[in-house]
Every structure is written in C-alpha cells, then in structure tokens.
C-alpha cells in the first residue's frame, strides 16, 4: 500500500487550524467579545476605535455642558434675584416721589435703596466654582466696587468685556456669559448702579426734588428692563446647551448600542462552532493516529 507522505502534513496542518480557531471561539465564549484582536478582525477592530472615540468626545462635551450649564444657571438665578431687587427698588422710589412722607422717612428710604444697591454689588459678584460669572474674562477679581466718598456713590468695574463661547459638534457657538459692564453699567439710563446710586442722594437728606426724583426713577425703571433683556441672552444659551446635551446623550446612545452590537460575541452561535471545532478535532486526531498507528505501515502491509 503506498502512502501519500503529504496526506498527514496536510491532516496536521488541519488540526492546527482547527485548534486555533477552537481556542480563538472559547475566547469569545468566556470573554462575552467577538473581536480579541487587531489580526482576527482589523475592519471591526478599527470601526471599534472609531465608535469608542466618538463616545469619548460625547463625554467630554457633555461634563463641559454640565458645568457651563451650572454657570448660566445661577448667573439667571442672580439676575433674577436683581430684578426682584431693582423693582423693589422703583416701589420704595414711587411712594418716595408722593409728597405724603416726612424727612424721617424719606431718609429711611433712602437707607433701604442703599441696601438695596449693597445686594445688588453682592449679587453682580457672585461666584461659581470660584470663579467671578460677571466679569468677562477676569474671572479671579471681584468684578465690582462702590466709593460712597462721593454723593452720588461711584461704582467701578474691575472686569473686561470678553465674551466665552462653547462651540457645538455642529459648530454651532453658545454664548456663555454676559459682562457685568454690560448689564449693570449699560449706557446712559441703563446704568443700575448709576440709578441706584442716584436715588440714594435723592433722599438721603430728607427733602425732595421731586422732578429730579421722578427722572431718577424713570432711569431705574428703564436700568431694570435693561436688566431684563439681558437675562433673555443667559436664559437662550440655558436653552441651547440643555438641547444639545440631549441630543449628544442620544447620540451617545445609539454609540454605545452600535459599539456592543459589533463587539458583543454571538453567545449561542459561539457556543454551536465551539462544538463543531471540537468534533473535528477528535476526528482529525483519530485519523492522523490511525494513519500513524504501525498496523498501517508499508511493511505491515507487505507481511
């Protein structure tokens, strides 16, 4: 009987493969992941990377959405807290303006307006993270300061008027602040402080110029308003950025679902193969062992 001597090279070369591919499908089977390797699947292994990549990014984004979304909140929160304060203001300022109080309380008045002025400044400093939300870019100085050396008191402002941007993965800008000289500074009759300070002198001796008065009343409600509409560029880009925290969540989602979807192993179909591999195996062993046994030599045959 003559043998092909290449017919084993070729059995054992099958029975390597089969191990290897036994051993590569218990992988899969312990680890739960079809792709182990860069060599078993490069094309997924790659797409992996990219999703992963992906993901990072959208985490990335959104911790910084999270903390610049904290920032805006509670500049709206102070601002908020101003308008209360500034309207309280005008109310104390009509009934000041009615000729019915006496020196007594009109300098009352003008005690309660400073007070009120003093919650505002606290208000315009407010901090976050320690960092000052109202002065641009000089985010470590306070950003306000009043002299009352002079009637009326001066209010200096110690920021800049730089303006932060959060860009989008669309390239979408978000602003987010507004310099305190913008919104208590102002121009002209939009200036809170200005106005405040204002209606302190006012009152503070007692008497009434009652047409200056109602001016300087008039430009507090007008500084007030001012306020207002400046409260309505925090309150969009609150908007803006909780919209597009939502859609990179989703985003994020679909990533995550994708990225398991290409890396979790087919546990059932794994576990089918795993069972062929290992029949073959056993038959491939059986053959190369009859094939090598002497019984089948050439001169065993030749007996």
Request: no cysteine; charged share 10%.
């Amino acid at each position: 009987m003559r043998v092909d001597p290449t017919y084993i090279t070729n059995l054992v070369g099958s029975l390597d493969q089969t191990q290897s591919n036994e051993q590569q499908l218990s992988a899969e089977l312990s680890s739960g992941v079809s792709i182990t390797s860069l060599g078993q699947n490069p094309v997924g292994a790659g797409e992996n990377v990219l999703l992963l990549n992906q993901i990072q990014q959208d985490d990335s984004f959104t911790q910084s959405t999270n903390l610049v979304t904290g920032q805006l909140q509670v500049a709206d929160s102070a601002l908020g807290s101003v308008v209360s304060e500034l309207t309280q203001a005008v109310s104390l300022a009509t009934r000041a303006n009615n000729g019915t109080m006496n020196a007594s309380d009109v300098k009352s008045i003008a005690n309660q307006i400073a007070g009120i002025r003093d919650e505002v400044q606290s208000l315009a400093n407010t901090s976050y993270e320690g960092q000052y939300i109202f002065a641009g870019g000089q985010t470590g100085t306070a950003p306000f300061s009043t002299s009352t050396s002079v009637s009326p008191a001066v209010t200096t402002y110690n920021g800049d008027t730089n303006v932060n941007y959060l860009e989008l993965p669309n390239g979408q800008k978000i602003q987010l602040n507004v310099p305190g000289s913008q919104i208590f500074q102002g121009s002209g009759t939009n200036s809170v402080f200005g106005a405040l300070s204002a209606l302190v002198a006012d009152y503070s001796s007692g008497t009434v110029n009652t047409a200056q008065a109602v001016s300087d009343t008039e430009a507090m409600g007008t500084a007030l308003n001012y306020v207002s509409q400046q409260r309505v560029t925090i309150d969009n880009s609150i908007t803006q950025l909780t919209a597009a925290s939502d859609a990179v969540t989703n985003e994020k989602t679909q990533l995550t679902a994708a990225q398991t979807d290409l890396m979790q192993a087919d546990i059932p179909t794994v576990s089918t193969q795993l069972s062929l591999a290992e029949t073959q195996q056993t038959a491939l062993e059986d053959v190369i062992a009859q094939l090598e046994s002497p019984s089948n030599s050439l001169f065993s045959k030749l007996q």
